[in-house]
C-alpha cells in the first residue's frame, strides 16, 4: 500500500502504478458534451467533450496517460494539448480562441482526469482484502489549500464510516470540478474514536439528490460515484446505452475504432442469451444489440433517404423465440440454428441491401447454394428490456429472417449498398 501523503500534488506529479493502469485501460469514445458519459461510465471510457475524431481522441488519451506515467504536471499536459489542437486542427471546442480559454479547458481535462484515476488507483488499494482488515473504515479529508471551499465539503471533513458505508458510493472524491478532496483509511481503533468525537454518521439528508443535477446534494453533476469501483463492468452496458444517444454517423465511426475491443464481448452476451431462450424455449422480452451499421452503409442509407436516428441495431428474444419455432416446422426456409447463435459475427460477415419498397434494411448472408435473409426494419420505434430497464426507444431491429434462392436479391427492389 502506497504511503499517506498531505501534499495536494499527490497523482498528480508522482508517478502512481494503479492510477496509470486506470488511465491506460479506458477505451477512448466521442462525445459531443461533456455529460454524454456520466457517473461509472467513467471508469471505461476517456472522454472529453467535443472530441469525436478516433486520432484526435487517441491522442488526448496518450498525453493524459503521459502526465500521469511522467508526472510532467499541467504544464507539460498544456503544452501537449496545444500541439494535438493544431495536429488535428480540432475547432470548436470550449474556450477556444483565447488563450485563458485554452489554459481553462487544458486544466480541466488535466486535473479531472489525473484526480479521478488517482481516487481510482486509492480505492483499488483501500479494497484489498488484505488493507481491509487492517483499516476496516475511511475518512474523508477536505484539503486544507483550497482557496474557496465548498461548506458541504468542508462540513465532510474527518467523517469517518465503515469502508461498505453506502455513503462512500456516491460521495468518494472528487466530488466535483476543481475538488481536493481525498480519504484516507484508518484503523478499527481510529474508526470508533471518531464515531465517539460525533464524526461517526453523515449529516443528516447526506443522501437527498438535488434535482438540478440529478446528484446528492453538494456533489456536481456526473460525480456521484466511486471511481475505481466499475472498472469490472462489461464495456458493452456503456457502449449499447451510447450508441444509441448518438447520431447514427458518430454511432457507426465510434463502433469501427472499438470493434476490435468489444466484438467478442458482444457476441459472448449474444451467445449466452441465445442459448437461454434455445433451452427454454421461451421469451422474457429482453432486447440485446447485436450489431452496429457501418459508416459507408450509414451513409449509402442517407443518400437514398433512409436516414437513421442511431446505429444500433438490436434483437429481441419475442422475435428470435418466433425464428426458432419457424425452424421446426419450415426447416427448408429457416436459417440454421447456427447463424442465428453467431448473429453479430454473421452480421459483420453480411452484404447489406436497401428493399426500395419496404425502406427495410437486408442483410444477406452466404450459405453456400443459397441466401440467408435478414430483415432490419429501421428507425423502429420498440419497446422492451433493455440493458435491464423496461423501456421504449427508436432504433433499427432484426425482425425476420430466412433462407432464399440467391436470385430472390437479385429484384429490382433491392439496393446493393456498400459495406
Known amino acids: 500500500m502506497a504511503t499517506q501523503s498531505s501534499g495536494l500534488n499527490v497523482g498528480f506529479g508522482t508517478p502512481f502504478q494503479a492510477q496509470i493502469d486506470f488511465l491506460r485501460n479506458k477505451l477512448a469514445l466521442p462525445t459531443k458534451a461533456w455529460d454524454e458519459i456520466q457517473n461509472a461510465a467513467h471508469d471505461r471510457a476517456f472522454v472529453v467533450a467535443g472530441a469525436a475524431k478516433a486520432d484526435l481522441l487517441a491522442d488526448l488519451h496518450q498525453a493524459v496517460i503521459d502526465s500521469a506515467t511522467n508526472g510532467g504536471g499541467l504544464k507539460a499536459f498544456q503544452k501537449d494539448f496545444k500541439a494535438i489542437v493544431a495536429k488535428h486542427g480540432w475547432t470548436g471546442w470550449t474556450g477556444e480562441g483565447t488563450a485563458e480559454g485554452e489554459a481553462w479547458r487544458s486544466r480541466i481535462i488535466y486535473q479531472t482526469n489525473m484526480a479521478t484515476s488517482y481516487a481510482a488507483g486509492r480505492y483499488q488499494q483501500m479494497t484489498d482484502p488484505e488493507v481491509l482488515k487492517l483499516h476496516p473504515y475511511w475518512r474523508y479529508l477536505h484539503s486544507d489549500g483550497v482557496l474557496h471551499p465548498r461548506p458541504m465539503h468542508l462540513a465532510w471533513h474527518g467523517l469517518t464510516l465503515?469502508?461498505?458505508?453506502?455513503?462512500?458510493?456516491?460521495?468518494?472524491?472528487?466530488?466535483?470540478?476543481?475538488?481536493?478532496?481525498?480519504?484516507?483509511?484508518?484503523?478499527?481503533?481510529?474508526?470508533?474514536?471518531?464515531?465517539?468525537?460525533?464524526l461517526g454518521d453523515p449529516p443528516e439528508g447526506w443522501?437527498?439528490?438535488?434535482?438540478?443535477?440529478?446528484?446528492?446534494?453538494?456533489?456536481?453533476?456526473?460525480f456521484g460515484y466511486t471511481p475505481g469501483a466499475n472498472v469490472k463492468k462489461p464495456l458493452q452496458d456503456f457502449?449499447?446505452?451510447?450508441?444509441?444517444s448518438l447520431d447514427a454517423p458518430l454511432g457507426a465511426e465510434m463502433w469501427e475504432v472499438l470493434k476490435p475491443t468489444l466484438m467478442q464481448e458482444r457476441l459472448a452476451t449474444w451467445q449466452a442469451a441465445f442459448d437461454a431462450t434455445r433451452l427454454a424455449m421461451q421469451a422474457g422480452g429482453n432486447s440485446l444489440m447485436v450489431h452496429t451499421v457501418a459508416p459507408n452503409t450509414v451513409a449509402a442509407l442517407a443518400a437514398n433517404n433512409v436516414v437513421l436516428e442511431n446505429a444500433a441495431v438490436w434483437m429481441r428474444d419475442t422475435e428470435l423465440l418466433h425464428a426458432l419455432r419457424d425452424a421446426k416446422t419450415a426447416r427448408g426456409a429457416a436459417l440454421p440454428d447456427g447463424v442465428w447463435r453467431d448473429l453479430p459475427t454473421e452480421l459483420e460477415a453480411a452484404t447489406p441491401y436497401l428493399d426500395t419498397q419496404d425502406m427495410a434494411l437486408i442483410y444477406a448472408i452466404d450459405l453456400g447454394e443459397r441466401a440467408g435473409k435478414l430483415v432490419i426494419r429501421v428507425n423502429f420505434n420498440?419497446?422492451?428490456?433493455?440493458?435491464g430497464v423496461r423501456a421504449k426507444i427508436v432504433s433499427n431491429f432484426v425482425l425476420t429472417g430466412g433462407q432464399v434462392d440467391k436470385f430472390n436479391l437479385q429484384e429490382a427492389k433491392y439496393l446493393l449498398l456498400k459495406k
Open 207 to 222: 443522501d437527498q439528490v438535488d434535482p438540478k443535477t440529478g446528484a446528492e446534494v453538494g456533489i456536481d453533476k456526473g
Open 239 to 244: 457502449i449499447d446505452s451510447k450508441l444509441i
Open 382 to 387: 420498440a419497446k422492451g428490456q433493455f440493458d
Open 162 to 198: 465503515p469502508a461498505d458505508h453506502p455513503f462512500w458510493e456516491t460521495h468518494f472524491p472528487p466530488n466535483g470540478w476543481g475538488c481536493q478532496c481525498r480519504i484516507t483509511s484508518v484503523t478499527r481503533k481510529e474508526g470508533e474514536a471518531s464515531a465517539a468525537a460525533g
